[in-house]
């Protein structure tokens, strides 16, 4: 069946068990605006300040974003050229981040030291389980990330499907204890959610581009989603519901005052990852990636 075909059911399926509800009438149409107000109207539980203590960025220079970028692009090339199925979400992050950048700079946030402590702490996360994953060290892996790298080493999905199970572990097993690390709120007392819920509106314009690119490179049904009004609000919704729940999880987690308490949020964090990952993995497998394989070859660079 067409990936355009399940489009309904996916967006619907994914945005329920993201936990998000619709504000909106039953009857009439769900998008990215019409969720930011409930996500607004929620707002941040009172947390108590707690200066960032890791040794990454320590400074919340611009440069360490700058760096990443560096890093991420030195880390894509032999992926793409091999066309292993890694390059399909290391490409989107390096889009990510190059974006985030220019946010940064354009003043779209805030508190700029906090976007740039939480962009390299949460590229770190991910390049470490790339790394303990290639090198066998799979115990240190997450359940959501084995998953999605277990799919792409069997090259058993399609691009898509790649992109949302390590889009899923990064955001919805990671961030959360990104989030917690770098701590959410500012020794004046505002909370980061603000900033946090920001990038919500950027992130739409990012889907298609990023979604045309990764089909011009690597897999050409990647775009088979018909972008039409309701495909891209879908795809906003998903990701606007799961940056919610990465919020209330670090929450948990900061919340979490006893070592039994902190064992049970990070359970809760990995299950919920977990979950979604089997859901992902359910719906986007594929018998076959030659013709996926055979295209990347001819059009990676």
């Not at 990215?32 to 200066?51: E, K, M």
């Not at 090198?135 to 090259?155: F, M, Y």
Request: glycine content about 8%.
């Amino acid at each position: 069946m067409k990936i355009r075909k399940l489009t309904g059911a996916v967006v619907l399926t994914l945005a329920l068990a993201g936990g998000l509800t619709s504000p909106a009438k039953a009857d009439g149409p769900v998008g990215p605006g019409s969720l930011d107000w409930l996500i607004n109207l929620l707002g941040p539980l009172p947390t108590a300040y707690q200066p960032y203590a890791g040794q990454l960025c320590r400074s919340g220079s611009s440069t360490c974003i700058d760096h990443t970028i560096r890093i991420m692009r030195k880390r894509l090339a032999p992926l793409a050229t091999g066309c292993a199925h890694d390059a399909v979400f290391s490409l989107a992050y390096l889009r990510v981040t190059e974006d985030v950048r220019r946010a940064v700079h354009a003043g779209h946030f805030r508190d700029r030291v906090w976007l740039n402590q939480v962009d390299a702490v949460f590229s770190r996360l991910y390049f470490n389980v790339m790394d303990d994953w290639h090198a066998g060290r799979t115990g240190n892996v997450p359940q959501a990330w084995k998953i999605a790298l277990r799919a792409e080493d069997d090259r058993t999905m399609t691009g898509l499907g790649n992109f949302l199970l390590a889009m899923n572990a990064h955001i919805n097993r990671d961030f959360p204890h990104v989030l917690a690390t770098v701590g959410l709120t500012a020794k004046d007392g505002t909370s980061h959610k603000r900033d946090h819920n920001a990038y919500n509106s950027r992130l739409d314009g990012l889907y298609h581009p990023v979604f045309a690119e990764e089909a011009a490179r690597f897999d050409p049904t990647f775009d088979d989603l018909d972008f039409g009004p309701l495909d891209e609000l879908g795809v906003g919704a998903i990701m606007r519901g799961w940056r919610e729940v990465v919020w209330r999880h670090a929450e948990l987690l900061v919340r979490a005052n006893t070592p039994q308490l902190r064992q049970l949020v990070d359970r809760e964090i990995d299950e919920y990852a977990a979950t979604q990952a089997r859901l992902i993995r359910g719906m986007f497998a594929s018998s076959d990636s030659s013709a996926r394989d055979d295209w990347c070859a001819a059009h990676h660079g």
